[in-house]
């Protein structure tokens, strides 16, 4: 079991010292078994005493019945297994059981009390004991440090306090501290000042000190306390009287003068200082330092060694900073108070040649125009040289070769950059002018400057495009507001003076094709406002402006021609048989008796369309009898395959397809009724026809040998220039139309023109042999191998003619 133990500080204060948690289990066993004591007994007991000493009869003064003190259990409820106090059950005496130390259990001057519990059962009593512990005289006072020294200079004045250590003592009340004393002598005495933390001592100076007498003085502080006998600590307390200094080192001169060269080293020796003083010891002892009052570079290049007296170098001696210094020099002694003694140290630095020349630019025209005159000045500057005499004359000219020049001025070493010949921003859009300065040292020294000059630009280039002509193949039934083609020049200018601007030079015509083009004026993308067709218009040129926006404006032009590229736009159109309504019908009689391969009638057909896209091809789309008709798949004529009989039928009905050979084709159909009559009813039949159609006939044949000596005119002029164009040796960019009638029972175009290496031909059914189509290419497009560089060059023009000359009877035929 554990319990609280309390001890008494003075009448009113408890400490809590050991461990007690039973307090709470005690109270409750006290007031459910027995009656609870009110008296309260006090004993003493001084600390240190020994183990097992009496402190008083406990049993005794409780009135407790000491025989039975066993059964009852009679003990003092300790909280520790530590307890400092006891009781004899066999007595009831209370005895020490630990040993007691009052500076452990209580700190201070104040009464040091313990309570103790003391329990018996049967009944249950608790009884509370206080027990004093009283102070015995057992520490010594005791300073922390066991010497102390003080230095006291000789011409201290009387009354001086100097404090010394203070002595501690863990005893209490009259057996701690109570004076100090000092052993005998005639210069210092003890004085004690009271405070919280207890009593000060003093040193008091008395009497002033002689150190020519004595210079060392030993004394012996003691602490006493108050105890019965007293206890004494002590303190050895060394005084060291300091001599007084009364004489100040001197120079030998006021003024030192010495010449130092710049650039010198650093560490070299510049001068040696030598004071003297004749005081003795530290008083006599000399350091050496520069005067406060010196600029601060001067400490940067110099240094002065306090004990040696030595100046020294330690930056940069430099004669255009400072050529003339002057070192204030103080001599100190170690006295105290020191003495000092100064005097002055001028150097003079010799000058050397160590500084190139200085190029400053005083003003400068970073730009200018490309169009300035020679001896335009663009900058002036100026050349320096730190150094003096003949070390700072200089001598600068241009090095590179640029058309500037360096002219002087009338001031000494100015100058003033001009130009010296014409500018051109666009061959050479900035210059650096490297100038080099050397001045007339030995050895010589320079330096080099660059300007970087920029030439303005001024509108002296008019734009330009890269051909004169441009050639553009735009297909027909091209999209209305979409751009066709773009055309770009370019400017050797800068900025605005480059900034191109387009538009199309335009004729004041009725229906000018122009008027129907449309150009961006900042990128030159052409487009159309109108969507071209082959067979109204297939070449048409223009001409477009380039201007740049510079001031007066420069402007060039291009001519742009323009090819229409035939598409498959247009369907056949049936021109035989044609019926009065208009429709492509027609009837055609015949003998029953006619043989094989008669022609019954020719279906005629054209195509607006040229090349594949106007060749066409005739098929029977719907016969009665196969065996009857056969249909020429290129003329058109449609014959008799065998004789008839008396069982084939008196009509026959042929639906005849015509379809152009276009990528998509397209087609048209013509419906021919054929009848047979008897011999006398076909020939009457023709009669009454030639009689009703001989004045209609008359005017169609008319009309007829016009158109037929108008095609045969323009084919021969055709076959002209196509000869001349298979014939030509010449390697030029050439484009031609060539317009041809090929009437076979169609009417077809062709168009040819040569580009590089190659010569196109757009062409009708009948094709030159060696004809090829190139891949990928339009497919009415043919491209003809080109035999001017070989050695039989009259052959193509041989095999034109005879096309020329077969397709003309073609003609003729027809």
């Known amino acids: 079991m554990s319990m609280y133990c309390y001890i008494r500080m003075g009448s009113d204060t408890k400490t809590p010292t050991r461990n007690c948690s039973c307090f709470a289990f005690c109270g409750a066993l006290l007031l459910i078994f027995g009656n609870q004591a009110f008296a309260q007994i006090r004993y003493s007991v001084p600390e240190e005493v020994k183990d097992g000493t009496v402190v008083g009869n406990v049993a005794k003064d409780l009135g407790l019945d000491i025989i039975s003190l066993i059964d009852r259990r009679f003990r003092v409820v300790a909280g520790s297994k530590d307890a400092i106090f006891e009781v004899n059950q066999h007595n009831g005496a209370l005895y020490v059981h630990n040993q007691i130390d009052r500076e452990e259990l209580c700190q201070g001057s104040g009464a040091c009390l313990m309570e103790l519990k003391i329990l018996v059962e049967n009944p249950l009593e608790i009884h509370y004991v206080v027990v004093e512990i009283t102070d015995v005289n057992d520490h010594s006072p005791a300073f922390p440090e066991n010497e102390q020294t003080f230095e006291i200079a000789e011409h201290t004045l009387p009354g001086k306090r100097f404090q010394l250590h203070t002595a501690r003592d863990p005893d209490a009340g009259i057996n701690s501290i109570r004076t100090y004393t000092l052993t005998s002598n005639e210069h210092f005495e003890v004085n004690i000042r009271q405070s919280d933390a207890g009593k000060i001592p003093f040193l008091v100076l008395k009497k002033s000190l002689d150190r020519e007498q004595k210079n060392k003085h030993a004394l012996l502080v003691t602490a006493v306390d108050g105890g019965k006998p007293p206890r004494t600590g002590t303190l050895n307390v060394s005084i060291i009287v300091l001599d007084s200094n009364d004489n100040r080192p001197i120079f030998s001169q006021e003024i030192y003068q010495t010449e130092l060269q710049e650039n010198v080293l650093v560490g070299t020796f510049v001068f040696r200082m030598n004071a003297t003083d004749p005081d003795e010891d530290t008083n006599g002892q000399i350091e050496y330092s520069f005067g406060k009052t010196l600029r601060r570079e001067v400490y940067d290049i110099f240094v002065l060694h306090k004990l040696t007296g030595e100046i020294r170098v330690i930056g940069v001696v430099d004669y255009e900073e400072n050529d003339l210094y002057e070192l204030d020099v103080e001599a100190s002694d170690k006295g105290t108070p020191p003495l000092t003694g100064e005097c002055r140290v001028i150097v003079k630095i010799k000058d050397v040649n160590d500084n190139p ?354 095609v045969s005119a323009l084919l021969l002029i055709s076959i002209i220039v196509l000869i001349a164009m298979q014939c030509s040796k010449s390697t030029d960019y050439t484009s031609k139309y060539l317009q041809e009638t090929n009437y076979d029972g169609t009417l077809c175009h062709s168009i040819q023109y040569r580009s590089g290496d190659k010569r196109y031909m757009l062409v009708g059914p009948r094709m030159s042999i060696g004809s090829t189509i190139v891949p990928g290419s339009h497919a009415n497009t043919l491209v003809l191998p080109d035999r001017r560089r070989t050695s039989e060059e009259v052959r193509p023009c041989l095999n034109a003619i005879t096309q020329a000359v077969l397709q003309l009877r073609l003609h003729n035929l027809i």
Not at 528 to 555: I, N, R, Y
Not at 636 to 653: C, M, N, P, V, Y
């Open 357 to 710: 020349p200085e190029i400053e630019v005083t003003s400068l025209s970073n730009t200018v125009s490309e169009d300035s005159k020679p001896g335009t000045t663009i900058s002036l500057l100026s050349v320096r040289d730190k150094d003096s005499g003949v070390n700072g004359k200089t001598i600068s000219h241009i090095v590179n070769d640029v058309p500037f020049d360096l002219k002087p001025s009338y001031k000494e070493s100015t100058y003033s950059v001009v130009t010296k010949d014409f500018l051109d921003r666009e061959q050479v859009p900035q210059y650096e002018i490297l100038i080099k300065a050397t001045d007339c040292g030995e050895p010589p020294l320079s330096t080099f400057k660059t300007l970087n000059i920029q030439i303005s630009d001024v509108n002296d280039n008019s734009p330009h495009f890269e051909q004169t002509t441009l050639e553009v193949y735009l297909a027909e039934n091209n999209v209305a507001g979409k751009s066709i083609f773009s055309v770009s020049a370019t400017d050797s200018d800068l900025n605005d003076n480059a900034a191109v601007s387009y538009h199309i030079i335009r004729e004041r015509t009725q229906n000018d094709i122009k008027s129907f083009l449309n150009i961006n004026p900042d990128n030159g993308l052409i487009s159309s406002l109108k969507s071209f067709d082959f067979e109204t218009l297939k070449t048409f040129h223009f001409h477009v402006v380039a201007s740049d926006s510079g001031t007066p404006s420069l402007s060039s032009n291009v001519t742009v021609n323009v090819f229409i590229l035939d598409q498959n736009d247009n369907t056949p159109v049936i021109l035989y048989p044609v019926s009065s309504n208009g429709s492509a019908e027609g009837v055609e009689e015949i003998p029953r008796n006619v043989n094989a391969g008669h022609l019954v009638t020719k279906v005629r057909a054209y195509d607006a369309d040229i090349g594949y896209n106007g060749w066409l091809l005739f098929s029977l789309q719907e016969v009665t009898d196969h065996s009857l008709f056969g249909l020429d798949r290129y003329t058109g004529q449609i014959r008799t395959l065998r004789s008839f009989t008396e069982t084939d039928e008196a009509e026959h009905k042929l639906v005849i397809l015509v379809k152009d050979n276009g990528n998509v084709s397209l087609s048209a159909t013509a419906t021919v009724i054929v009848k047979l009559v008897e011999p006398k009813e076909a020939f009457a039949a023709s009669d009454v026809k030639s009689s009703a159609k001989a004045d209609e006939d008359n005017n169609v044949t008319f009309y007829l040998m016009i158109t037929l000596g108008s």
